[in-house]
């Protein structure tokens, strides 16, 4: 797969993909940066170094942030074998939501923050976890997670 970094061919995916990254470095601070990908069967959204999963972006002016952070969580999750992103309120992954007219991180989560979402490009790096792993990990070790 060629590496597409002409940004006058879909400037909006290059823009969403500032967003994802920024996440993609808050989260998995080793991980390189997504790109856009380039074969025979269209545009993807994936790792340089790796290649991408999934189907290819919909070559559509409507085809926005919410699409190009579907396809960047189906390549992350790929690559990384596990969750990406996920919420740092309840440890669960979240998915890409458009409310309001904003793209966002959701989170079906339980509990005081019950169904809510961050903006995508918004994730900070946070090392907390949620309480029912806290106490789990706690029992396990006997010990209060650093």
């Known amino acids: 797969m060629e590496t597409l970094t ?3 061919f ?9 967003l994802l990254n920024r ?8 991980a390189e940066p997504f790109a856009l990908l380039l074969d025979e069967y269209g545009v993807y959204v994936g790792f340089p170094s790796w290649g991408a999963q999934g189907n290819p972006l919909p070559e559509q ?31 669960l992954g979240v998915h890409a ?11 079906a989560g339980r509990g005081p923050a019950q169904g809510h979402g961050t903006p995508v490009g918004t994730f900070e790096a946070r090392r ?19």
């Open 6 to 8: 002409d940004r006058d």
């Open 128 to 146: 907390t976890m949620s309480r029912r792993a806290s106490k789990r990990r706690q029992g396990k070790s006997g010990e209060t997670p650093s």
């Open 23 to 30: 996440d993609l470095a808050a989260t998995e601070p080793d």
């Open 97 to 107: 939501r458009t409310e309001g007219g904003q793209v966002l991180w959701w989170c």
């Open 61 to 91: 002016p409507e085809a926005g942030l919410h699409e190009v952070a579907d396809a960047a969580q189906e390549s992350a999750m790929e690559h990384l074998w596990r969750v990406w992103p996920v919420c740092p309120e309840h440890g």
């Open 10 to 18: 879909y400037p909006e995916w290059h823009e969403a993909l500032v």
